[in-house]
């Protein structure tokens, strides 16, 4: 399986193994589980940013008391 190699400062690694403790998780465990909740969120993040883009417009339309005032148009 492919694996990091990643270097941290004393007191990273000190903070990443006292994380890692209370989730009662290994070092090696604790990284994993981060790095891919990262990635998980920033796809979530993406997917909505997108969805809210293509939908801003019914929102503004159901909710127009609540829809920001118009921008004026960039020079």
Known sequence: ???LNIEYTEHELAAIREAAA???KSVKAYVHD???REQ???TFVDHA???WN???EEFDAAFP???PPA???AA
Do not use: I, K
Request: net charge negative; glycine share 4%; charged share 30%.
């Open 54 to 56: 293509e939908h801003v």
């Open 71 to 73: 921008r004026p148009a």
């Open 22 to 24: 209370a989730d009662g």
């Open 65 to 67: 008391e609540d829809a």
């Open 40 to 42: 998980q969120r920033r």
């Open 1 to 3: 399986m492919p694996a």
């Open 34 to 36: 981060l790095s891919v």
């Open 49 to 51: 940013v997108a969805f």
